[in-house]
């Protein structure tokens, strides 16, 4: 299976950088293959050490303005010319995805791949691994949304709050 995952490049503390490792492990251990941004850098070096030092493939998609950054030793690096079309990649050659920690650019992709469901775009299981309670907030947000009918499906219809990668990929196992 190939598990979309999207999150940070930045360098981060190891209550990120543990769950990321553990997560890559489960990808790895699971015989999976990891489609992520292709850098080399921060968490996204993490996780994909760890699937790769596991056994499994990594499938990258960077980006031409942040080649420089891409990860050399990748079984496959796709360059998209901007963040939409790596975006589309990431989703095209993903069978689920995990939303990990990240900025800006990590809740960029996370609400675009949920509104692409949100209308039938795709059916894909999406994860969001809430490592250290880092996405309670965004949880709450949304539960609030399908409260007051903001949201056309059931919020459990659109999106898995995991709190560790075992919950995370035995949820993915369970939709496929």
């Known amino acids: 299976m190939n598990i979309g995952v ?18 890559g492990k ?3 251990d699971g015989g999976h293959a990891l489609v992520w941004g292709g850098s080399d850098a921060g968490l996204m070096k993490v996780v994909a050490d760890s699937v790769q030092e596991a056994g499994g493939r990594l499938v990258g998609v960077s980006v031409s303005f942040l080649q420089h950054k891409a990860r050399a ?13 790596r975006k589309a990649e990431l989703l095209r050659l993903s069978d689920a995805i995990v939303v990990m920690v990240g ?3 990590t809740l960029d992709e996370a609400t675009e791949i949920l509104e692409l469901k949100k209308h039938g775009l795709h059916g894909k299981p999406v994860v969001l691994l809430n490592s250290g309670g880092f996405y309670d907030g965004l949880e709450q947000q949304l539960r609030r949304m399908d409260a007051e009918g903001f949201l056309p499906l059931p919020l459990t219809d659109l999106v898995y709050f995991a709190s560790d990668g075992a919950d995370a990929l035995a949820h993915i ?4």
């Open 73 to 85: 030793g990748a079984d496959e690096m796709i360059v998209a010319t901007d963040l939409a079309q």
């Open 103 to 105: 900025g800006l650019g």
């Open 173 to 176: 196992l369970e939709q496929l």
């Open 26 to 28: 489960l990808i790895g």
């Open 6 to 23: 999207f999150l940070s490049a930045a360098d981060l503390s190891e209550q990120y950088t543990v769950p990321a490792r553990e997560f």
